[in-house]
């Protein structure tokens, strides 16, 4: 059994941050690739940014310059630090890992519940 909760969370006024978190718990071998998507309502979920097991990074180009992803490997966590935020970056976001259960095993994807960003213009 794997769990991803994501934590943090909230409303914030536009122009301000947030800071969310997501910790993957369970019969975990390895973990590749993590990342964070959004759905606002109505929208179909987009991808925001992953992060692989080495560090590299991607951004939606509507978060450039303003989303930073980050991952601690020892903890299995993963971060997502929003600064300068919009009106239209409102939506619930959902983190999820591919991860493998056991050695030479294949890699699943693991999505999380998912936390509501609101923010008021």
């Known amino acids: 059994q794997v769990q991803l909760v994501e934590s943090g969370g909230g409303l914030v006024q536009a122009g301000g941050s947030l800071r969310i978190s997501c910790a993957a718990s369970?019969?975990?071998?390895?973990?590749?690739?993590m990342g964070w998507y959004r759905q606002a309502p109505g929208k179909q979920r987009e991808l925001v940014a992953t992060?692989?097991?080495?560090?590299?990074?991607s951004y939606a180009d509507s978060v450039k310059g303003r989303f930073t992803i980050s991952r601690d490997n020892a903890r299995n966590t993963v971060d997502l630090q929003m600064n300068r935020l919009k009106p239209e970056d409102t939506a619930v976001y959902y983190c999820?890992?591919?991860?493998?259960?056991?050695?030479?095993?294949?890699?699943?994807?693991?999505w999380g519940q998912g936390t509501q960003v609101t923010v008021s213009s």
């Open positions: 999820n890992a591919d991860l493998s259960h056991s050695s030479g095993s294949f890699y699943y994807r693991y």
């Open positions: 369970g019969r975990i071998f390895s973990i590749n690739a």
């Open positions: 992060v692989t097991s080495g560090g590299t990074t």
